[in-house]
């Protein structure tokens, strides 16, 4: 399991394994990993040559009403716990990279976004949409697994992907 911090890293990384004809299956998280996520990260260890999960906490999903410093954040401790998850590659960037100061481009998906979780967090999709999207742009997997808990999110990035003709199989798995 290698750890990856750079875009430009994990981007060469994704096109060397896909040029040798290596699938890459994707779990997107925010770190704190629990036995959900483990659920997932099984699922595409079994499914694709290559698993990658990605560790951000994702500034742009916070309201200002929301502590977004106070997330928890624990990354050794999530490291130790892929080490026997069938993980390939931790790819952990940093915001500065993901969000650079000029940074001023948001994915938004319209109709599916106005209700349940969207109302009581209008920001909330929109961080989501826009970090996905720039992580299967780096990371490029064939197969993304989110869980069905989520449920509305699991369908706005599935309508995000199919509206902007992305080419990356959305799997949604119940989670334990």
């Known amino acids: 399991m290698k750890t990856i911090t750079s ?10 394994a896909l040029s040798n004809n290596k699938s890459i299956g994707f779990v997107a998280t925010m770190g704190c990993l629990h036995e959900g996520h483990l659920s997932l990260i099984k699922t595409s260890a079994e499914e694709c040559d290559n698993t990658v999960v990605s560790i951000f906490v994702n500034q742009t999903q916070f309201s200002p009403e929301e502590d977004f410093d106070s997330y928890p954040r624990n990354i050794k ?6 080490q026997t998850a069938g993980v390939d590659i931790i790819f952990n960037p940093a ?19 106005n209700y349940l ?9 929109r961080g989501v949409t826009t970090v996905i999207i ?21 369908e706005v990035v599935r309508t995000m992907v199919r509206d902007l003709n992305m080419d990356v199989s959305i799997v949604g798995k119940p989670i334990v």
């Not at 992580?135 to 997997?141: G, R, Y």
């Open 134 to 154: 720039k992580l299967f742009n780096i990371i490029n997997p064939n197969i993304a697994y989110f869980g069905e808990k989520d449920w509305q999110q699991l």
């Open 7 to 16: 875009i430009e890293e994990m981007k060469k990384w994704s096109r060397l």
């Open 95 to 113: 915001q500065k990279d993901l969000y650079p100061e000029e940074f001023q481009t948001f994915v938004t998906v319209e109709k599916k976004t």
């Open 117 to 125: 979780c969207g109302v009581s967090r209008p920001s909330f999709f």
């Open 77 to 82: 401790s999530d490291k130790l716990i892929l």
